[in-house]
Each structure stands twice: as structure tokens, then as C-alpha cells.
């Protein structure tokens, strides 16, 4: 295999496996040990799935953050207050290419690189099989590929007549189009809410479908983003921190039961 960027082998390398939030903090993290590393993905840019360019990105245009500009961010490296409250994906892929800037990850990087295959060899050695077709020898290997890149598809959808368009939460891009429609969101996660409150911006209709129910948490509380004030609980609270927030809740948004979704199957351990 070529050697990247220095005169370095890879067997005396850790190699990253992923450019994301992730893959980055453990870059830099090897940066300030002086650790000699090499960075693949398969995108064009680093950033992971926080890149509005990349089409097999499961994030959309108008989507929001769930964590606020405070506490999404690296100790290193804080967002610039001119970034909203709540960074949208154009703006997260903007402050993840900085970071690497900064630590001077980007020499690192190797993009358009996907990895076959990972194999350890012994202790301290690990073969590796890229998309290239290159085969190279590693100290150790960090998977920081991320979670999002095989959508799960229900035995059902299989079963859906074809006059009704079945779309995964991965392929959402925009509440466009909707006019006029009835749209079913199916899960209880976070992208299922999102999507939800996109989609009823354009839809005639939406209903959402949840097998167990979830405290629905308003982004801000007091004019505070919501993990902001989380953060501030007393951790020596314990269980009356779960029942604050439930009070907080109700009183902003109501009880869930009452909008006819499922109870909460878990106590409001946090307000964000």
C-alpha cells in the first residue's frame, strides 16, 4: 500500500475508519499523542453523514439539531456564536471541516476510501482490504463508521400497495410535494419527529404510529435550550430530576396521553 502523506508504514499506524464527529476526536486525540495515523472514507469530504453534499446522507435541508450549539461542540474547538442556537447540517459540516483544519487532520484523510475488510492478524496487527484493492498492514484499527449506513426496512413495507409511496427515514428530503397528502409516520425515534413535524408543514394530514410512547421534549424550555438546562440539574436530585422534568414538560407541551399517544414507558430522565 502507498504511504500517506509521509515516509511513515502503516504497520507503526492506526488506521480510522470513518471521518465523522467521532472518527475526527479520535484523530486529534492521536494527533496530541504524536500517534501516526491514517483517516478513510468513503464521502468526499470529511464530516460523515453531516454533509449536505453527499447523496446518501440520511439528513435533509431543513432539519434541526436535537443538541444545541453548546453542547455540540468540541472542548477544543467552540462554534462561533453566529451559528443558530440549534446548527443546522450545513452548519455542523462547516464546523467538522474546521476542526480537522485545525488539528491538521485533513493530511491525513483519505477520501473516496471504504474499507473490504479488517482482519486481525495477531496481537498489535491488523490486515486491512480497501476499495482500492490496496492491502495494507496496521498496529490497530478504530471503527468509527457510524450506525446510519443500512437502513431497516420492516417485513410490512413489502406488503404496501404500490399506490402508496413508502419512503425510509434515510431517504426524507423535504416536506415538498406533500400538498394535499395523508402521510403515516411509523417509530417513536428522534428522525420519526422530526420527520413528523416537517411533513405537517405541507401535508393535509399526518398521524403517527408508535409502539411505546416517549416524553415529547421542547427543543427550549424558558427561552433555554432544553439540554442546556438539563445540564444544569443537581446530579444529587437523583429520581425528583426525572419528575421535575416531567412537570416542566407538561406545563410547556402538555401530557402526551392527552394528544392520544402512548404513556411514557420510561420516566423524563432529562429535558432535552
Known amino acids: 500500500m502507498p504511504e500517506l502523506h509521509d515516509q511513515i508504514p502503516t504497520r507503526e499506524k492506526v488506521l480510522i475508519i470513518g471521518a465523522g464527529p467521532a472518527g475526527l476526536a479520535a484523530a486529534a486525540s492521536l494527533k496530541a499523542l504524536e500517534v501516526p495515523?491514517?483517516?478513510?472514507?468513503?464521502?468526499?469530504h470529511v464530516g460523515g453523514i453531516w454533509d449536505p453534499e453527499r447523496e446518501d446522507s440520511p439528513i435533509w435541508p431543513t432539519m434541526e439539531m436535537i443538541s444545541s450549539r453548546e453542547q455540540t461542540q468540541y472542548e477544543d474547538l467552540l462554534r462561533p456564536v453566529s451559528f443558530p442556537e440549534f446548527p443546522t447540517p450545513a452548519h455542523m459540516a462547516k464546523y467538522l471541516r474546521a476542526y480537522a483544519s485545525r488539528h491538521g487532520i485533513t493530511d491525513h484523510f483519505r477520501p473516496r476510501t471504504a474499507v473490504r475488510a479488517a482482519r486481525p492478524f495477531g496481537e498489535g496487527v491488523w490486515e486491512v482490504e480497501l476499495s482500492t484493492g490496496e492491502i495494507g498492514i496496521y498496529r490497530a484499527v478504530i471503527s468509527a463508521h457510524g450506525i446510519s449506513?443500512?437502513?431497516?426496512?420492516?417485513?410490512?413495507?413489502?406488503?404496501?400497495?404500490?399506490?402508496?409511496?413508502v419512503v425510509h427515514s434515510s431517504e426524507w428530503t423535504g416536506a415538498d410535494g406533500l400538498e394535499g397528502r395523508r402521510v403515516l409516520v411509523v417509530g417513536?425515534?428522534?428522525?420519526?419527529?422530526?420527520?413528523?413535524?416537517?411533513?405537517?408543514?405541507?401535508?393535509l394530514e399526518v398521524r403517527w404510529s408508535m409502539r411505546t410512547g416517549h416524553w415529547v421534549v421542547p427543543r427550549r424550555i424558558a427561552g433555554i435550550p432544553g439540554d442546556v438546562a438539563s445540564a444544569r440539574e443537581p446530579a444529587m436530585l437523583g429520581g425528583l430530576n426525572a419528575r421535575i422534568a416531567e412537570t416542566v414538560v407538561r406545563r410547556t407541551v402538555g401530557d402526551p396521553v392527552e394528544a392520544g399517544l402512548p404513556r411514557p414507558a420510561r420516566p423524563c430522565s432529562r429535558t432535552a
Open 188 to 203: 417513536s425515534g428522534q428522525s420519526a419527529a422530526d420527520i413528523a413535524v416537517d411533513a405537517a408543514r405541507r401535508a
Open 149 to 165: 449506513q443500512r437502513p431497516h426496512r420492516p417485513d410490512w413495507a413489502a406488503d404496501v400497495p404500490s399506490t402508496v409511496q
Open 37 to 44: 495515523f491514517d483517516i478513510v472514507d468513503r464521502a468526499d
